[in-house]
């Protein structure tokens, strides 16, 4: 079975603070997704990346950033928090080519105060 | 950008009777699919409908698919409990030479014991 964790299921952070969400999969996946999840808006993509050190602008980039320095992790990074960020974050892997499902980690609920 | 509208946004059915949940959505795709997600979890796959197919079935459920009114429906029969759930459709469309999936707001369903 695929398996993509994310490092914390609830995560509390100030305003102003440095955040790293981690995702990391099992699969050998070419194609990882981060996407934040809110009440009436459905899921929105951040950024996604096709290959290690590669990254595109989703819809709505901004106030993040992504690493991606090997295939298994890909990192979303909030330079610094802000109370809207406060989110449900969900990272998704997929195999490289056409017709694939996404598979999703579990999620990571952030609060920013 | 929002491109799948599922409609309706709640429903509540007794056990044993059939969930319709229907999708909009508005260019060309590649394919169509449909998640599920349980209350503060990820989203897990259902079923993966391409293009150039107009219905599908997996166990107890069957989607079609009509490119013509780019529109798709998912057909849950004899409910249980356990399909209380969100369920979002998302389209696989190809934007700037990447394949993205862009989800819909999705349909809360409850089953009632």
């Known amino acids: 079975d695929v398996k993509v964790t994310q490092s914390s299921r609830y995560l509390v952070k100030r305003t102003g603070e440095k955040v790293f969400l981690e995702c990391v999969q099992d699969?050998?996946?070419?194609?990882m997704f981060w996407y934040r999840q809110d009440p009436g808006l459905g899921l929105r993509l951040i950024y996604f990346?096709?290959?290690?050190?590669?990254?595109e602008k989703g819809d709505i980039p901004e106030g993040y950033s992504v690493s991606r320095e090997k295939k298994e992790r890909f990192s979303l990074i909030l330079e610094s928090a802000s109370t809207n960020q406060t989110s449900m974050y969900l990272c998704?892997?997929?195999?490289?080519?056409?017709?694939?499902?996404?598979?999703f980690g579990p999620g990571t609920r952030l609060t920013v105060t | 950008s929002q491109q799948g509208e599922e409609d309706p946004q709640a429903l509540s059915i007794q056990e044993g009777e059939n969930a319709t949940m229907n999708c909009s959505y508005k260019?060309?795709?590649?394919?169509l699919q449909w998640y599920r997600q349980n209350s503060g979890r990820g989203l897990v796959h259902l079923i993966l409908?391409?293009?150039?197919?107009r219905e599908k079935h997996s166990g107890r459920l069957r989607v079609t698919l009509d490119t013509s009114k780019k529109s798709s429906s998912l057909l849950i029969t004899a409910s249980r409990a356990a399909d209380t759930a969100s369920y979002f459709c998302?389209?696989?469309?190809?934007?700037?030479?990447?394949?993205?999936?862009?989800f819909g707001k999705g349909t809360k369903l409850t089953v009632n014991p």
């Open positions: 699969m050998d996946h070419e194609n």
């Open positions: 998704a892997s997929r195999p490289g080519g056409p017709i694939y499902e996404q598979y």
């Open positions: 990346s096709y290959d290690v050190k590669m990254k």
């Open positions: 998302a389209t696989d469309t190809t934007q700037g030479g990447s394949e993205k999936l862009v």
């Open positions: 409908i391409r293009s150039n197919e």
């Open positions: 260019t060309s795709i590649n394919n």
